[in-house]
């Protein structure tokens, strides 16, 4: 059994599923938004002045069409979207702001936002970035989009979740179709060059922004991330329960839509809905009921046989400490043991969402390396006999003889970045903090990376927006 079963059972999913239904038919989801409206009246779905009510087989018709699994492209390669066979680990996304190495956070530079497109495509642990890893700071805002998608392709090999922002002069869609036509041309290729994120507006709501960013990914023929993002009290009720199931209703509204303009596009249902702390009314992300509410959405994705994208080593700490590393792994294993397709904030980040770390990313991938071992299991072979090797040896012997058996490479994890030997040691090692040793991994990864060679046609594309 998967974590998220015990979290939401079938029994319960189909209750949620009903509830979902009951909440589209009776209250629906309101669009400000003139072309999806009128999409939705043009196919026979009932509107009164803003809000859209959908049945039963509206719903049941846009399912049906979500691909199970799809491709998901980069310049060099393709990955595959499929929970059950790999977990596909990203990037942060959407920090405002940037962590040194002494806990200093400061605004994001231009020079940070590459360094962690290194980070990200040296990684054997990360196979995605997100277009916005980090704000710039000393970029223009109208230029900011471009110089994202420009230093991600000439310092990352992998794919791209894409999320389009607004600028002074260019609508989101604009900026996502020209963000997708930059990668296309670029790649020398069509197909799914990126996975669109868009949000919906909690509660219960999509803007025009919100819409305008789905026609420009559907434009462009790209696979779609449609994503739920309550704050319980706030914009969704105070239980999780009733707040699990406005999200259901929020992405199926939207799913409804992007099938209907662009029928059997590649879908990924999504959610990071966050707790809330009522004194300061903020966001908590690093906390319990974030991952019961995305091991929870994990178990609607597999009713509706969609993939599934979560957020990821989620915390609300400020420093990379303690409370960074417990709120992350918490946040991380669940999910993992959930086998969710997509998992953004894999690594990096801190504050809610609102800090990023390159030791951060360092650590976190040390705990999703575990994570991933605990998904292993035991791998328990019925038609091995175990106890050949116990026989052999005598009663108060060991079992240290000859070669290290084959099993303790299989089987056992040791990280080489956390402290695993006895306090003599380790002083007798270097005696380094560990926050020291990823400091010192993140210098030596960024030493070691190796500049990428492109032919002159594509430096043409991107010159421009690399300074």
Wanted: aromatic share 8%; net charge negative.
């Amino acid at each position: 059994m998967n974590f998220n079963e015990m979290i939401l059972n079938r029994k319960q999913v189909e209750f949620f599923h009903e509830q979902t239904l009951e909440l589209l038919e009776k209250k629906g989801i309101h669009f400000e938004h003139k072309g999806a409206l009128e999409m939705f009246e043009k196919n026979g779905i009932k509107t009164d002045g803003n809000v859209v009510f959908f049945t039963r087989e509206q719903v049941d018709a846009a399912v049906k069409l979500c691909p199970r699994t799809f491709e998901w492209e980069s310049r060099t390669a393709s990955v595959t979207v499929d929970g059950k066979a790999k977990s596909l680990c990203g990037s942060a996304a959407g920090p405002a702001f940037f962590m040194d190495s002494n806990n200093t956070v400061r605004r994001g530079q231009l020079q940070d936002y590459i360094n962690i497109a290194k980070i990200v495509d040296s990684s054997d642990q990360l196979d995605f970035g997100h277009s916005l890893m980090v704000d710039i700071e000393n970029v223009a805002t109208e230029r900011s989009p471009y110089v994202q998608v420009a230093n991600l392709l000439k310092y990352m090999d992998k794919p791209i979740n894409l999320t389009a922002m607004q600028t002074p002069k260019e609508s989101v869609k604009d900026v996502a179709k020209n963000q997708i036509q930059m990668i296309k041309k670029f790649y020398g290729k069509e197909g799914n060059v990126v996975l669109g994120g868009a949000c919906a507006t909690a509660p219960m709501h999509y803007g025009t922004n919100d819409v305008d960013v789905i026609l420009g990914f559907l434009e462009e023929k790209q696979p779609i991330s449609l994503i739920a993002c309550s704050l319980p009290v706030i914009t969704s009720h105070a239980s999780i329960a009733a707040t699990i199931i406005q999200n259901n209703a929020e992405v199926l509204a939207g799913l409804v839509l992007v099938q209907l303009v662009q029928p059997a596009t590649p879908f990924v249902y999504a959610t990071i809905s966050s707790s809330v702390n009522l004194r300061t009314v903020s966001a908590l992300f690093g906390s319990a009921e974030v991952a019961l509410m995305s091991a929870a959405t994990a178990s609607l994705a597999d009713y509706y046989d969609m993939p599934y994208r979560s957020g990821g080593a989620l915390s609300d700490a400020v420093a990379v400490d303690f409370q960074a590393g417990a709120e992350s792994a918490y946040n991380l294993a669940p999910i993992i043991l959930s086998n969710v397709d997509v998992m953004q904030f894999s690594c990096g980040s801190l504050g809610s969402l609102n800090i990023t770390s390159l030791e951060k990313y360092v650590l976190d991938e040390e705990s999703l390396k575990m994570s991933l071992r605990m998904r292993q299991g035991l791998g328990i072979d019925m038609d091995k006999s175990y106890i050949e090797g116990i026989m052999p040896i005598k009663h108060k012997g060991h079992f240290m003889n000859g070669p290290t058996p084959k099993e303790y490479f299989n089987e056992h994890f040791v990280s080489d970045l956390f402290c695993k030997t006895d306090y003599n040691n380790w002083q007798q090692r270097d005696g380094k903090q560990l926050l020291e040793r990823a400091t010192e991994k993140v210098a030596a990864r960024l030493e070691a990376y190796e500049e990428k060679s492109f032919d002159d046609a594509q430096i043409k594309g991107i010159q421009e927006y690399l300074q």
